[in-house]
Antibody, heavy 118, light 112 residues
């Protein structure tokens, strides 16, 4: 069974960075992409970007190019997203997701709440 | 960016009723391989989204056949026949034909 297990909630101060993890079990991430999506409080879903763990190639939505950095460690089957220069507007739930059948969003992590506050 | 316009923003339904949700894109979602990468997801309260339908009309594993998806090019519809309590939540359409991938604003399905 494929499962995506994300790291715990984060509280970050403005101007700092946080690094989120998404550990995959039941499937080798070398054979797929890993996507990240956010959801601000009470709002809809927003695609941040994706990484090809096999070669590290990334694609980002324009607004996240200087905000998010996606990496992956195939030895631990884990994807990461670092969020830098945190602002209150970055307060959101962040999900990892991965394709397996027909869409990039076939499997989801449980989400991690990132709260930016001084 | 491709704008996904979902209507209505909310629906109030009785159990057993059938409903439809519309999703229109600002550009054609037909990819160069001939496939259309339009998907439907459901986010139940307090949960991660769950993919229901992929590529317009393909039901995900374990998704009841009360759900169906139709459409082409820029105009898509999700139909739920005989709504059950477990169907309540927010439905999103998502396009993955063009980068950046984009979602509709969501349709909240509530009990009448």
């Amino acid at each position: 069974e494929v499962q995506l297990q994300q790291s715990g909630a984060e509280l970050g101060k403005p101007g700092t960075s946080v690094k989120l993890s998404c550990k995959v079990s039941g499937y080798n991430i070398r054979n797929t992409y890993m996507h990240w999506v956010n959801q601000r409080p009470g709002k809809g879903l927003e695609w941040i970007g994706r990484i090809d763990p096999a070669n590290g190639n990334t694609i980002y939505a324009e607004k996240f190019k200087s905000k998010a950095t996606l990496t992956a460690d195939t030895s631990s089957n884990t994807a990461y997203m670092q969020l830098s220069q945190l602002k209150s507007d970055d307060t959101a739930i962040y999900f990892c997701a991965m394709p397996l059948y027909g869409s990039p969003f076939d499997y989801w992590g449980q989400g991690v709440m990132v709260t930016v506050s001084s | 960016d491709v704008v996904m316009t979902q209507t209505p923003p909310s629906l109030s339904v009785a159990i057993g009723q059938s409903v439809s949700i519309s999703c229109k894109s600002s550009q054609s979602l037909v990819y160069s391989d001939g496939k259309t990468y339009l998907h439907w997801l459901l986010q139940s309260p307090g949960r991660s989204p769950k993919r229901l339908i992929y590529q317009v009309s393909n039901l995900g594993s374990g998704v009841p056949d009360r759900f169906s998806g139709t459409g082409s090019q820029k105009d898509f519809t999700l139909k739920i026949s005989r709504v059950e309590a477990e169907d309540l939540g927010v439905y999103y359409c998502a396009q993955t034909t063009h980068f950046p991938y984009t979602f509709g604003a969501g349709t909240k399905l509530e009990l009448k």
